[in-house]
Structures are given as structure tokens and as C-alpha cells.
């Protein structure tokens, strides 16, 4: 994206966006390669040796845990609102309302990115020792702060205070990121895991994720400020508090029960 945003210059919104856009099918075929060579748990190669797959799973997981669904949809309000904001709104707001140039501004997120790289692997591990919910709610009270320093810090316009907002931006989404697969899918019984876990994390892309950077723009435009955005984001964190609260810690437990 950076190189194509400095090759095309001022056409980069006319067809420079197109290229990373075409190129991420790429990771389609990563993504495939992978998921091909990782092995079934010990938990599903039991259930298959038994003969005890679900032949409806996506239907049963509805009928028998929508509790789990909703809850993990709203685990990750918290985590996936803001993660849209800082990584799709931030250029938006960032050239329109602060007059920054595009290629600072992914500059940034890219060093963010790279942060994630050993943050995410980091808070995942915390949370094998501390607990899935310990660390996941921490990192959801730490979203919902962090949204008003956030915009505050970029509303300076001081460029070394804009770095550093959006640097440390996505520390609280991976506070959150880390634990996530394991919390999510230690919800759900055995043979119903993938698909129930799949509703879950799915929903919340539609809810929360997808929705995010149009919510962060119609704010903006009406109120011409951040603050309002910062209070969306402390009411997304508000919900996965709540949501991780109600569900089940299922930290180093047994899971192969049905």
C-alpha cells in the first residue's frame, strides 16, 4: 500500500487503491496453504474416531448454545470497532480533517502493525498463565481509555505525538486479539466448536467491524469533533466488558467433555 500510494501520487484514489486490493488475493492462498497443513485437535480426531460429528453443526450450535453466539459476538465489539478506526478512519480523518499526508500516515500504521507482530503472540500467551477473561477484559478497559488519549494526541497536529497515537493503537486491540481464539472457542462444546465459534466471530464483523469506519465518518461530519467517536469507542468496550463477563473461563480446563 505504501509503495503504491508513492508510485501513483494524486491518482492513487482514481486506480492506485486498486493494486494491494487485487494483490491481497495472495493471502488467499496463503491463508489456504496453512490451514491445509495444520493437524485437527486431539479434541476433534476423538469425536471423528468415535463417530460423533454433527451432521447439522451449524444449525444445533444455534439451538443448543445462542447464548455462546451472541456473547462472543459481543466480546469483540470492543475489539474489532476500534481496530477499523485506527487502521481505516485514522487516513480519512487524518488527511481531511489534520491535513497529514497519506504516506505518514500509513507509515505509522504500518510501524503499528509491526508492533502487533509481537504483542498479539505476547498477550496470547499472558493469557495461558493469568486467565483468557483477566486479560481480555483488561484489554477492553484499556480500549476504552485509550480512545480519548488517541484522538487527543492527533488532534495536536504535532507530528511526533501522531506517530506515537497511532503506533500504540492497536496495544489494546491486542490485548484483546491474543486470547481471543482461545476464549471464543473454549465457549463452545466439541462438536459444535468451529461452527459455533465461526457464528460468533463472524457476527461481529457485520455489528461491529464492517459498520465502524462509516459510523466514525457520520459522527465526524455531524459534531466536526473526535469526541464523539472516542465515546462510540468506550461504549464498544462497555459491551465486551460486559459480554466477557457472562461468559465461561475455560482457562487450561478440560474441553473434551460434550
Known amino acids: ?140 478497559a484499556f480500549t476504552g481509555v485509550y480512545g480519548f488519549a488517541y484522538f487527543a494526541m492527533l488532534d495536536t497536529g504535532i507530528l511526533w505525538l501522531v506517530v506515537i497515537a497511532i503506533v500504540l493503537s492497536l496495544i489494546p486491540h491486542d490485548m484483546m486479539y491474543g486470547p481471543q481464539a482461545a476464549l471464543i472457542a473454549e465457549s463452545f462444546t466439541g462438536r459444535l466448536r468451529y461452527s459455533g465459534a465461526s457464528l460468533g466471530y463472524q457476527l461481529s464483523s457485520l455489528i461491529a467491524g464492517g459498520p465502524a469506519p462509516l459510523i466514525a465518518s457520520s459522527l465526524v461530519s455531524r459534531y466536526r469533533s473526535a469526541t464523539p467517536i472516542a465515546i462510540f469507542i468506550f461504549g464498544c468496550a462497555i459491551i465486551s466488558l460486559l459480554a466477557t463477563a457472562m461468559l465461561k473461563d475455560n482457562t487450561n480446563k478440560d474441553i473434551s467433555r460434550d
Do not use: N
Open 1 to 140: 500500500m505504501l509503495a503504491v500510494s508513492a508510485l501513483s501520487g494524486d491518482q492513487f484514489l482514481t486506480w492506485g487503491w486498486r493494486v494491494p486490493f487485487l494483490f491481497s488475493i495472495v493471502l488467499i492462498a496463503v491463508g489456504l496453504y496453512i490451514r491445509l497443513g495444520i493437524l485437527e485437535t486431539p479434541v476433534f480426531r476423538q469425536l471423528v474416531a468415535e463417530r460423533r460429528i454433527e451432521r447439522t453443526p451449524v444449525l444445533e450450535v444455534i439451538r443448543r448454545q445462542p447464548r455462546e453466539i451472541i456473547l462472543t459476538a459481543l466480546c469483540r465489539m470492543g475489539e474489532q470497532a476500534p481496530f477499523y478506526v485506527y487502521t481505516a478512519f485514522v487516513f480519512a480523518y487524518g488527511t481531511g480533517m489534520l491535513h497529514l499526508h497519506r504516506d505518514f500516515l500509513l507509515t505509522a500504521v504500518l510501524a503499528a502493525a509491526m508492533l502487533s507482530f509481537i504483542s498479539i503472540p505476547l498477550f496470547g500467551h499472558l493469557s495461558d498463565r493469568f486467565g483468557r477473561k483477566r486479560v481480555y477484559m483488561l484489554g477492553a
